[in-house]
């Protein structure tokens, strides 16, 4: 990737790509400029002097070469502006596509727990909108506004030779212009910044309700996000307005000043040609070069407005570059033999709930474990710790190593594989996405025949049914879960993990995937995130997360049960009594806290709490078990 340097000194901003042609068309970019600039004050001079020859009644050959001059100019105007106009689109989009590149890739190493508190499209919207904004005011802004206070000087010192009392009518009239943009800059640079907040966020809410059509057409809630866009709507509406109030003052009142300057300079001048003290053909050039003067100073106050919304645009940024990014180790491995969470607690938010709290356990290579526990009982959460997604108090170590010093991205990329519950299909290419080394359908299906997985993905005709298109589309859940699941085993991890791997699949493929997990076991730690008993008979160890503790169940018992959406209220516990994951129910009695008959399905007051087949005890009393049935071990503190 290109690199680029952010350089600013206080109010200056300066955005320039190293690379040799980007230093030459920026380069080529100031000289075209410069050319228009002179070609702007010569131009005014030359139409003067072919006015004088008109009104002394020169011979035609003097008024023919003026008419040369003046087209030739003309020509050459024509040419520069072309040029310019080239040169600058090619600038300004390898610029902005740099600047939007260097900033996507610090973003993606961003702390996870950061990128999550933003919308997508809103990042991407901002990224974008501020790259652009800060290309065009360098280019079209900041370097425009050096040439034309160049422009500026130029026609002020012609004035001064020229015309004393125009040149002391410009120099009082030009503070003006300077006051009332430092009266507005201010309030112009908090309108502009609010704009492109509350655009993004416009946007951003739109592109989310269409990524969610389905959805939303399935449920009809037409009207309930519509009432949301239109909410976010109205505030954008309201910050365009205010800022357009505010920037058509400030324009106004450098109109009106300018209006007030050509009346007095129409006044002073005519008077001056009545009398003979002025030509009329000096008169036409000092008229237009005054108008060049006035609306350069106009352009270079105009500049402070842009300045304000480039600033607006800079400071986010900043904010964004200034963003740590993930705190990566130096250490690599080739092999995990065991992953150790050591009193592991987690919130999302420093004041609130740990939902993962004082965990302590050991996965071992060789073994396949199950994690269960109610929706939003935080066991995604848990994976993310140990893949190093989320900061977590405590220690994580693979192989006795501390992941403060691991380079977790080296050893995700590498040794881990992670099959989320519905996996997204991020590659356009379905090849792509079964592996993103881009290697070809023959050779993907010899690894997968090479592994006996070819019975498993459905047929040798997958592939080459879909090879066709280069777009997925028409991919069904089940085959995405299939390509998820296959992507996972052909990199041949040492930590597989796999994340509701049933939810999608058909019996068979159950079973056949159960086959491949079992084969391999002693290859990898496995991990499953399982709600189904589709693979109880395979697990070594399973675990039940619940209140943010993590409960081992007995292997030789069926850790399996069904999980509500969600808990009634916790019972308090009295100090030192253990948690018990099943009532047992006293015989002919109804529990005084359950209803005597069956709610409806889908009656909140129908949750309870998660029950397991076996009790638990703490690990602290090894010896001494519940009088009801085995125990199971309580592995968090």
């Not at 040794?415 to 519950?421: G, K, R, Y």
């Amino acid at each position: 990737m290109e690199r680029i340097d952010l350089i600013y000194a206080g109010d200056n901003i300066l955005c320039m790509e190293k690379t040799e042609c980007c230093r030459i068309r920026f380069l080529f970019s100031v000289f075209l400029l410069l050319a228009t600039a002179l070609l702007s004050i010569i131009s005014p001079i030359l139409m003067g002097n072919y006015i004088e020859a008109l009104t002394k009644k020169t011979d035609s050959a003097n008024i023919v070469t003026c008419v040369i001059i003046l087209t030739i100019s003309w020509l050459i105007g024509v040419v520069l502006t072309y040029v310019t106009s080239v040169n600058s689109t090619h600038l300004k989009t390898r610029l902005t596509y740099s600047i939007s590149l260097h900033l996507l890739n610090h973003t993606e190493h961003l702390p996870y727990s950061k990128l999550i508190e933003h919308n997508p499209v809103y990042l991407t919207s901002r990224i974008q909108n501020d790259s652009n904004t800060i290309t065009s005011f360098f280019l079209d802004g900041f370097i425009g506004m050096i040439v034309q206070a160049l422009l500026c000087i130029t026609v002020l010192i012609f004035l001064f030779n020229s015309s004393r009392p125009i040149f002391w009518l410009v120099m009082i009239t030009l503070p003006i212009y300077f006051l009332i943009y430092k009266n507005f800059s201010q309030r112009i640079e908090s309108s502009s910044k609010k704009v492109i907040e509350q655009r993004d966020k416009f946007f951003g809410e739109m592109n989310h309700q269409l990524r969610n059509i389905h959805t939303i057409k399935a449920n009809v809630w037409y009207t309930i996000l519509f009432s949301l866009l239109k909410g976010e709507f109205e505030i954008f509406y309201k910050s365009i307005i205010k800022n357009t109030k505010i920037g058509s003052r400030y324009s106004s009142l450098t109109q009106l000043i300018q209006i007030a300057f050509n009346v007095i300079i129409f006044l002073v001048c005519g008077f001056s040609v009545q009398k003979d003290v002025m030509s009329l053909g000096n008169f036409i050039a000092v008229n237009s070069l005054l108008s060049i003067l006035l609306s350069s100073f106009t352009d270079i106050m105009g500049c402070g407005k842009d300045y304000a919304v480039a600033l607006a645009a800079f400071s986010r940024i900043v904010g964004l570059e200034s963003t740590a990014e993930e705190r990566i180790g130096s250490l690599k491995m080739d092999a995990i033999h065991e992953v150790s969470f050591e009193k592991v607690s987690f919130s999302h938010s420093e004041q609130g709930e740990n939902l993962i709290n004082q965990v302590s356990v050991k996965f071992k290579k060789g073994e396949i474990y199950q994690i269960i526990g109610c929706n939003g009982s935080g066991k995604t959460t848990l994976i993310d710790i140990m893949l190093g997604l989320h900061p977590a108090s405590g220690k994580i170590y693979y192989n006795k190593m501390s992941t403060e010093n691991l380079d977790m991205p080296y050893i995700r990329k590498n040794l881990i594989s992670t099959v989320e519950q519905e996996p997204p299909l991020v590659f356009r290419e379905l090849l792509q996405n079964i592996s993103a080394e881009k290697f070809g359908s023959d050779y993907l299906m010899h690894e997968i025949d090479s592994m006996g997985m070819s019975e498993f993905l459905g047929s040798s005709e997958f592939l080459s049914n879909h090879k066709s298109t280069s777009v997925v589309h028409n991919i069904s859940g089940g085959e995405k879960q299939k390509i998820a699941i296959l992507r996972a085993l052909l990199k041949r991890p040492q930590l597989l993990i796999l994340d509701e791997p049933a939810s999608a699949l058909d019996v068979q493929s159950c079973k056949q995937l159960k086959g491949l997990l079992q084969r391999e076991k002693s290859d990898r730690i496995t991990i499953l995130i399982d709600h189904q008993s589709a693979f109880t008979d395979i697990i070594d160890v399973a675990y039940l997360l619940q209140d943010g503790h993590l409960l081992r169940c007995d292997k030789n018992e069926n850790p399996h049960v069904p999980f509500p959406k969600k808990q009634t209220q916790k019972r308090s516990r009295k100090p030192n009594e253990p948690k018990v994951l099943n009532q047992p129910a006293q015989s002919g009695k109804q529990n005084a806290r359950e209803p005597a008959t069956p709610k409806q399905s889908g009656d909140a007051n129908d949750y309870k709490k998660p029950q397991c087949t076996q009790k638990c005890r703490p690990e602290s009393e090894p010896g001494k078990q519940n009088a009801e049935g085995e125990g199971a071990r309580l592995l968090s503190n």
